[in-house]
């Protein structure tokens, strides 16, 4: 990937808003350099910053001068998603310094260029996600794992990392059933792994202790409730968390 260098001035113009797709859907050029060496006055800032809060692509600045940003190029930088800039000159919030701009932009070039599109869509949420609640934001880092899912460069991902080893058998039940009176307590007992559902246990097992509720002969069914030993998945439950299950009628 060759570098899509623009000036604040050819940004503020529309440089970086040309069609991301080419005619056979492949994405061209994800990623635009802005140079931040050039000058620029504050109404071509103002139009810059404009057109960068609607990027198509991923916007990176990049600053060689030694010397602090002006007002106006400090403001177009906060506009894109990162700033690359010299130790000395880098002392802004919306600046990360590097000992060498130009290797430090060549790197994330690559990487860009190595996953273009987790690249993309990692901005894309980083975008989305700053101003949003942290629940709401995790909703959509999970819709933009989720989108990646399909991609060839997570195909990659998975042939290059290889086959994952299978974790050790657990020393213990992975659901814990007891019954209390008309009552069915059905506890997850995986702590050591989050209570992570795999297609042998927990899951099987919950399935199982729920068909024996099903079973239950010629009364109506108990109320159930189940809860969980340590957190569960990547979820805030806790071991005295308690979640009603659906009640069923008489078996006919």
Not at 1 to 29: H, K, R, S, Y
Not at 85 to 114: E, H, I, R
Not at 226 to 233: K, V
């Amino acid at each position: 990937m060759g570098l899509f260098v623009v000036t604040p001035a050819a940004l503020a113009d529309g440089a970086a808003d040309l069609p991301l797709l080419t005619d056979d859907a492949a994405v061209d050029e994800p990623l635009v350099v802005v140079d931040l060496d050039a000058d620029v006055d504050a109404a071509t800032a103002a139009r810059a910053v404009y057109r960068a809060r609607t990027p198509v692509r991923l916007l990176v600045g990049l600053r060689t001068r030694p010397e602090p940003l002006t007002p106006e190029q400090l403001a177009v930088a906060a506009a894109l998603d990162t700033t690359v800039a010299p130790l000395g000159s880098a002392s802004q919030t919306p600046v990360v310094a590097a000992p060498d701009p130009v290797s430090a932009l060549d790197d994330l070039v690559g990487a860009v260029a190595d996953q273009e599109h987790a690249a993309m869509v990692l901005a894309h949420v980083l975008r989305a996600s700053e101003t949003l609640s942290v629940p709401e934001a995790l909703d959509v880092e999970s819709l933009g794992y989720s989108t990646l899912l399909g991609t060839p460069g997570f195909r990659r991902w998975i042939v290059g990392r290889g086959p994952r080893p299978l974790p050790p058998p657990s020393p213990q039940q992975p659901v814990l059933v007891d019954r209390d009176g008309d009552r069915l307590h059905i506890t997850l007992n995986r702590p050591e792994r989050r209570n992570a559902a795999t297609r042998t246990a927990p899951r099987s097992a919950t399935v199982s202790s729920r068909r024996c509720a099903s079973r239950w002969p010629m009364t109506p069914l108990p109320p159930s409730c189940s809860t969980a030993r340590a957190r569960c998945f990547r979820r805030a439950a806790t071991s005295t968390s308690s979640v009603p299950l659906p009640t069923w009628g008489p078996r006919t």
